[in-house]
Each structure stands twice: as structure tokens, then as C-alpha cells.
């Protein structure tokens, strides 16, 4: 197994600042000033997700963070359904990279990873498509063997291991919490075998973070709604600097302890 010594990168969604701001119908908080004091707190890239309806973060907003995060030399993740209306929009855009979820209207929030293995023809032209035009791809999908293989064979080059289930588990102290990390860690192991970059995000919070930290497969962890909320107590740059804290010490840890493993054997 690799060791984990690479740094660990920190995407920070900040969808639910324009979820707070479209409450009142007002043009504040703005969404693209919450990415500026991300970006200054340790944030290395910015994630929003254009929904089909707008609920949050809207076409002025991608416009406007789009414009930013090329000025700062930041990559943006446009997370986004596989839709024609979505793929026009990510073309016109050409984010760094799109990240494909699963999307219905009904939801509070995405429930779930992409179900690759049964969308292979209907996502394969999508994939293409954008990475043609220059965008890295991503699929959320959950930490599965076959999904993760689906997500290979539709040419993907990077996968978002759906951490919801462990860190809620966590949450209520449920006992199977164990064997969800061990699915996440098996699943990372698995993807990077096959190539795939890997990045994991949904539901952490500063109790699950090292945890998933600590995986040495994993690139990227993407966190929002938890820093969003956390924000209104301690201020968004508080919040986000703390957690890139606790990701960089789970990282140091867990590579101190492999090495220390590699050196005995």
C-alpha cells in the first residue's frame, strides 16, 4: 500500500451559502465571496452544484466563480446531473473538472451515488464529451467494486467515494461504522489500482474527517454543508482552517505509521 505522505487536498462546497441567500431572495450572502475567504482559509479548489432547479447556487453564480477561481489559479468542481441542459453549460464553462451525481428534484440533498454500472451507455458520450473539451471527470458513486469498475470502463478519470453512510453511522454510534470505513478504505485501494484518482466527500464532519483523512488513496476530500453550518458559530474561515488542520495531522499521522510498518518489515 502506498504511503500516505502526499498532501491531501481540501474542496470546499459552498452551495448552501447561496441555499441562505436565496431564502430571503436577496443578492446576499454571495456565494463567490464565501469562495474568496475559502480559498484565503486553506481551500484548494471550490465545488457548487448547478442544480436543474436553481435551488441554490444559480448561472451568475458559476459565471461568477468561474471568473475566480481562474484569477486565483484555483480549480472549480461543477458538480452537475447527466443532462443535455448540464453538458452545454459545463462546455460553455470549462471548469477544471465536472464531477457527474445523481440528481432528482424530490431530494433534499444528493442521496446516493451514480449507479455507473447501469448508465454505462448513457454516461460514456457524457464523459467523453467533457474531457474532450479539457475537463476532468469525476463520478460520485458509492464505495462499490462494481461501481468502481463501471466508472473505469466509462472512462472516468477520477471517482468521489460517497462517505454519507460512515459518517452517519459515526453520528449515531452504530456499531457497523467500522465496516463502512473498511468498505471506503478497500473500494480507495481498489480505484487507485485501476488508475483512478480518488476523492471522497458527504457528511463529513470534524469527528469523521481524520478517518477518512488517513486513507492513503485519497487526493481530495470535498466538505460544505458541515462548514457552512459550523460558519454561523465560528466564522467560515475558523471553521475551514480547523478542519484543514485535522485532515493534514490524520494525513502526517497515517504516513508516520506506515512508514514506521514498511522499516519493521
Do not use: W
Not at 430571503?24 to 479548489?45: K, N, Q
Not at 463520478?139 to 453512510?165: K, M, R, S, Y
Not at 485501476?194 to 466538505?223: F, K
Amino acid at each position: 500500500m502506498k504511503a500516505a505522505t502526499t498532501a491531501l487536498r481540501l474542496g470546499v462546497n459552498i452551495d448552501h451559502v447561496a441555499t441562505i441567500r436565496n431564502a430571503r431572495g436577496e443578492a446576499y450572502p454571495d456565494p463567490a465571496r464565501a469562495a474568496e475567504v475559502a480559498m484565503l482559509a486553506g481551500a484548494d479548489g471550490i465545488t457548487a452544484h448547478l442544480r436543474e432547479d436553481r435551488r441554490h447556487i444559480s448561472d451568475g453564480d458559476i459565471d461568477s466563480l468561474a471568473s475566480l477561481t481562474r484569477q486565483r489559479g484555483r480549480p472549480l468542481n461543477l458538480e452537475m446531473a447527466v443532462t443535455p441542459e448540464m453538458e452545454a453549460i459545463a462546455l460553455a464553462h470549462r471548469p477544471h473538472a465536472a464531477c457527474l451525481v445523481p440528481e432528482r428534484r424530490e431530494e433534499v440533498t444528493t442521496e446516493g451515488g451514480l449507479d455507473a454500472a447501469g448508465q454505462h451507455n448513457r454516461l460514456a458520450p457524457v464523459v467523453a464529451s467533457l474531457k474532450a473539451a479539457g475537463i476532468r471527470v469525476s463520478l460520485f458513486i458509492e464505495p462499490d467494486p462494481i461501481q468502481i469498475a463501471a466508472a473505469h470502463a466509462v472512462g472516468a478519470q477520477v471517482v468521489e467515494l460517497h462517505t454519507g453512510a460512515y459518517c452517519l453511522a459515526v453520528r449515531e454510534r452504530r456499531p457497523e461504522a467500522s465496516a463502512l470505513l473498511q468498505r471506503l478504505r478497500d473500494a480507495a485501494a481498489q480505484a487507485s489500482g485501476l488508475g483512478l484518482e480518488v476523492h471522497a466527500g458527504h457528511g463529513i464532519d470534524y469527528e469523521t474527517v481524520s478517518a477518512v483523512a488517513a486513507i492513503p488513496e485519497v487526493a481530495e476530500l470535498n466538505i460544505g454543508h458541515f462548514l457552512i453550518g459550523e460558519a454561523i458559530f465560528t466564522g467560515l474561515e475558523a471553521a475551514i482552517r480547523r478542519m484543514r488542520l485535522l485532515m493534514d495531522a490524520a494525513r502526517t499521522t497515517a504516513g508516520s505509521r506506515t512508514s514506521s510498518r514498511e522499516a519493521v518489515a
